[in-house]
Structure formats: structure tokens, C-alpha cells
């Protein structure tokens, strides 16, 4: 039972939104987060953006602070309380 869970690879945007998971960010410096809109995420960039590549691109819209990044089940629970959030991404050159 505990194989299902660590085989379970989460590297990509792409294998994060296979799986189920939902994505949230939460800035420091504004205190302001909500989860991110997957579907159009990986469409945009691309189901093979990395998450450690994501979180250094990722910033606030508000203020364009630095985002911690939080996964969960989307189906364990509720969303959370917040408006989806709109993530600035950097695209790479
Ligand atoms: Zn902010």
C-alpha cells in the first residue's frame, strides 16, 4: 500500500495534473495565496516544466514577492479559501 504513494513521481507540472494533485502557491511577502489553475499552466508551459524550475520562476502578481509551493490531493479535500491565483511566469530565453 505504501508503493502506491512513493512510486508515485512528482517532477512535472504534467505529472502533478496526471495524478490528481492541485497546486498552491502562498507568497511571503504579501501573505496573499490560492491554488493555481493546472489545466492552463501546463498548457502554457508545457507538461514537462519542472517544479524546481517552476518555483524559481513563479512570483507574486501583487507585489512579485517569492512563492512557496504546496501540493495536495484534489480530490482530499476542498479548495481552500482564495481566488484562483494568476502566476507570473518568467519565460525562459
Ligand atoms: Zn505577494
Redesign the pocket.
Known amino acids: 500500500m505504501a508503493d502506491k504513494f512513493t512510486s508515485v513521481h512528482l517532477n512535472t507540472i504534467g505529472q502533478l495534473h496526471e495524478n490528481g494533485y492541485a497546486l498552491r502557491l502562498d ?1 511571503k ?4 495565496g490560492a491554488d493555481v489553475d493546472l489545466d492552463s499552466l501546463v498548457r502554457r508551459l508545457g507538461p514537462d516544466f519542472t517544479l524546481p524550475e517552476f518555483r524559481r520562476h513563479a512570483s ?1 502578481p ?4 517569492a512563492v512557496s509551493l504546496t501540493m495536495r490531493l484534489a480530490a482530499a479535500g476542498t479548495k481552500p479559501e482564495g481566488h484562483p491565483m494568476a502566476i507570473r511566469v518568467k519565460p525562459r530565453r
Open positions: 507568497c511577502s504579501c501573505g496573499r507574486c501583487h507585489c512579485g514577492g
